[in-house]
């Protein structure tokens, strides 16, 4: 099993960049790939990026193709996700989750965290 923390979020201006953190506060974050989600208000949750355990493999919604970038360091327990060039649109909880094999579909995760908010006002 795995806790996830989410760190990072905050207000920006539209055209900024935030860089989120997921730290396992609890078990071993390399054992399992990673996604991010994210939900708007009033809107499904819904799938943002993913990484394989190792980091060589990764994978973008095309929402977010060329201004976002997930990594990791699995020497810190820790997945990033680096957000440049913010839209209002963006706005969001952002949550990240872990399975052994890693979809883009919720239903496919293990293990939740509790979600961090980004704003990005106009």
């Known amino acids: 099993q795995v806790q996830l923390v989410e760190s990072g979020g905050g207000l920006v201006q539209a055209g900024g960049s935030l860089r989120l953190s997921c730290t396992a506060s609890?078990?071993?974050?390399?054992?399992?790939?990673v996604a991010w989600f994210r939900q708007a208000p009033g809107k499904e949750r819904e799938f943002v990026s993913r990484?394989?355990?190792?980091?060589?493999?990764?994978d973008y919604a095309d929402s977010v193709k060329g201004r976002f970038t997930i990594s990791r360091d699995n020497a810190k327990n820790t997945v990033y996700l680096q957000m440049n060039s913010l839209k209002p649109e963006d706005t969001a909880v952002y949550y990240c989750?872990?399975?052994?094999?890693?979809?883009?579909?919720?239903?496919?995760?293990?293990?939740w965290g509790k979600g961090t908010l980004v704003t990005a006002s106009s």
């Open positions: 989750a872990a399975a052994r094999v890693v979809g883009t579909d919720v239903r496919d995760m293990d293990y």
């Open positions: 609890a078990g071993t974050l390399s054992y399992y790939a």
């Open positions: 990484v394989s355990r190792t980091g060589a493999f990764t």
